[in-house]
């Protein structure tokens, strides 16, 4: 392994807990922190039901299991990061939260320690800018659903040394995954790509072009897609595509990125997708 021993994980949810289960099983000890208690402990569940579930597939045995489950521990109190060799913050996709995090982490955690941020978007040298520490601070970018998405996406933000970058990147290989560097400009090399496809099949139904059904059809059986865009979309929430598109929008300052009013439309419903149960299909 490399000098990270013991990681924490910043929010609990369907990034975050991902990344804790990956982290654990790969031999980290991980804090999962969440200020939500409800958060915390539905994150913990899963994660204890996605490693029983491996047992019964035959993916690892129980003794994997039990030993990933304990090197686990989670907390409502920030201050249990402190002794953290890394942190992963994998919270709501706000700047403002983003940067109160990494103002409360750096004033907490040991000087040599990284901090890493799993934003989709949000600028790492933004980030960077409101901590003592720029050189120590990069983008880990993970895919959903972490566990079986292979992709790290690392993100230099300007100040970002060449050393934690390097320890950002054994990490994440550490932890099975496929390192790709991605300079620091809004929406990084995946979201620059993936939102705009996704934001234009809203414009196509929008359009009354095909139906949903038939979006999503076309995209998994013409170009082999394991999900079609918009449930896709469904997948990701559609308020985080509704804000990346906004972050490229801005960033980049081209029309092409404007958001499809009909996934604003949906957004302002409260239609979030899968984890409001209704999006561009219902669950
Ligand atoms: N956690 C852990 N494992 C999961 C899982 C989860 N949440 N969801 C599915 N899996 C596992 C299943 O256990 C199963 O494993 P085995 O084959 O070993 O049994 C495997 O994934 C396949 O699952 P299913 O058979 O249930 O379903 P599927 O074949 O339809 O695959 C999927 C589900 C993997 C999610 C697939 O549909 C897929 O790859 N979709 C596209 C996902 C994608 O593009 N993700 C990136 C989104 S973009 C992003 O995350 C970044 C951003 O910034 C927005």
Redesign the pocket.
């Known amino acids: 392994m490399d000098d990270i021993e013991t990681l924490g994980v910043v929010g609990a949810g369907?990034?975050g807990r991902?990344i804790t289960?990956v982290a654990a099983q790969s031999g980290y000890s991980v804090m999962m922190f969440d200020v939500h208690e409800k958060g915390l402990e539905m994150g913990y569940e899963?994660i204890q039901n996605?490693l029983a579930?491996?047992v019964t597939?035959g993916?690892w045995d129980q003794r994997t299991a039990t030993e990933s489950l304990e090197r686990i521990s989670k907390s409502l109190d920030m201050s249990d990061l402190r002794d953290c060799d890394m942190v992963i913050e994998a919270a709501t996709e706000n700047k403002a939260i983003k940067f109160e995090i990494f103002r409360n982490l750096d004033n907490l955690i040991k000087d040599e320690a990284i901090l890493a941020s799993n934003t989709?978007?949000i600028s790492i040298t933004e980030i960077a800018a409101v901590t003592d520490r720029p050189g120590k601070i990069a983008g880990m970018?993970?895919?959903?659903?972490?566990?079986?998405?292979k992709l790290v996406e690392g993100i230099r933000g300007l100040e970002t040394t060449e050393e934690t970058f390097n320890t950002v990147e054994t990490v994440a290989v550490n932890m099975g995954k496929i390192f790709v560097k991605a300079n620091d400009v809004p929406g990084f090399a995946?979201?620059r790509i993936?939102?705009p496809m996704i934001n234009e099949a809203v414009y196509t139904l929008s359009e009354g072009v095909a139906s949903a059904e038939d979006i999503d059809l076309a995209m998994k059986l013409g170009c082999n897609?394991?999900?079609g865009p918009l449930?896709?979309a469904d997948?990701?929430?559609l308020d985080?595509?509704l804000s990346?598109m906004e972050v490229l929008h801005e960033g980049l300052g081209d029309t092409k990125y404007r958001p499809c009013p009909l996934l604003r439309k949906y957004v302002q419903a409260g239609r979030l997708g899968r984890k409001t149960k209704k999006g561009f299909f219902e669950y």
Do not use: A, D, R, W
């Not at 970018?141 to 998405?149: G, Y």
């Open positions: 369907q990034m991902g289960q899963f996605q579930k491996g597939k993916k989709s978007s970018h993970f895919m959903n659903p972490v566990p079986v998405m995946v979201n993936l939102m897609q394991p999900m449930e896709l997948f990701i929430g985080t595509c990346i």
